[in-house]
Each structure stands twice: as C-alpha cells, then as structure tokens.
C-alpha cells in the first residue's frame, strides 16, 4: 500500500498550533516510511526524531511511547479510508455487500504493504491500558467505516440505531481480529477473506 498522506488526527484537529499539526504530521510521516521499510523493529523513537526533525523529548510529549504511535498511526489511516470512502457510493445490493466490498477493499490495502501493517498491527496487539484513547480511536474510526457500507451514515449521524452501532462495532472487531491473523501466521489473506463472509454474512442477514 501506498505510504499513506497524512493529514492530522482527530486530536490534531481540535487543537495546536498550525506548527505543532504540521510537525505531528512529519512524526506520522517518518513513522510511516521507517514501518514501511523495516517492520515493527524499525520503529525506534530516536530515528522518527531525526527522521521528522523534531527534538526527541518533542516526539515525547507528542507521542509518550512507540505503541502510543504506532496506535495513532493505525488510526490515521482509518481516518483516511473512512474519508474516502465517505465520498463515493459503496456497491453492492445488501448490507453484506457492501461491507463486505469495504473490509475486504481495506485489507488488500494494508496486505499490499505488510511491513508497515506488521508494524501498526502489533503496536495494537501489544497495546495497554495506558494507549486507551488511542485505542478508542481506532474503534471509533472502524466503526465509522463499516457504519458507513451499512447505511451510508458515518458514526456521529444521529439517525443511526444502537443497533447499527452495535452491528458495526462487532464487525470491526472481528476484522481486525483477522488481520492479526494474518499478520501473525495464522491464515493465509484468502483464509482471512473467507472468514470475514462467513462472519458478515451471518451477522447481516437481510
């Protein structure tokens, strides 16, 4: 997959200094192009700083550790696909086909680059209490895309049902479970497609 472009976060978004969302988009970028080239290993806080040209103890009180990054950049690029994606009309005749057209659109994109996925995946996987709100932001963001293919509604839009809500967010979790496996060994990419229509299609049954 293409090195995604950055834009700011939703933290990014809401607050700061046009300087300080630019030098938080050059630590996003260099974590990018390092994860891309080498893996989860790759990742080392002294190379993004010099990588993105900021003070380590900067990317510090941006990001307090690797896996905060990591997380924060796994949901950067959710951000992006749930904004592309909220431009354009999902194919598809049912609830199923479209998300199904949408995780598996998803998942080619982030296998065609399996270092960089590697790397966001296991900061996830490796994740503590301390990266919560990282964390939520990836749900958050997940959720958005599939609750988008569903209904044509992002997350935030009031006509949604808990229902809806609660269909997405099952639905998010167990494709992101699939890309651990798949990240990790597990299955292969056609084992992993196959089990996410097996789970959409039970789920979403209309």
Do not use: C
């Amino acid at each position: 997959m293409t090195t995604p472009s950055v834009q700011p976060d939703k933290a990014g978004e809401n607050g700061g200094s046009a300087a300080q969302r630019e030098r938080r988009k050059r630590i996003l970028d260099a974590t990018y192009d390092l994860a891309s080239s080498g893996g989860f290993d790759a990742v080392q806080m002294r190379s993004i700083a010099e990588n993105a040209d900021v003070a380590l103890g900067t990317l510090y009180r941006y990001f307090p550790s690797k896996i905060h990054l990591l997380v924060s950049a796994l949901d950067v690029q959710f951000q992006e696909a749930a904004q592309r994606l909220s431009e354009r009309q999902i194919p598809g005749d049912t609830k199923a086909d479209r998300v199904l057209y949408v995780l598996k659109r998803l998942a080619r994109g982030m296998q065609g680059d399996a270092k960089l996925t590697e790397a966001l995946t296991r900061a996830f996987m490796f994740a503590d209490s301390s990266v919560k709100t990282e964390i939520h932001a990836v749900g958050i963001s997940m959720t958005s895309i599939v609750t988008h293919a569903m209904t044509g509604r992002a997350v935030d839009d009031e006509q949604l049902t808990d229902e809806d809500i609660a269909i997405a967010r099952v639905l998010g979790d167990v494709w992101l479970s699939a890309l651990v496996s798949w990240v990790t060994g597990r299955s292969t990419a056609a084992e992993t497609a196959a089990h996410m229509d097996t789970a959409v299609k039970l789920i979403l049954r209309d």
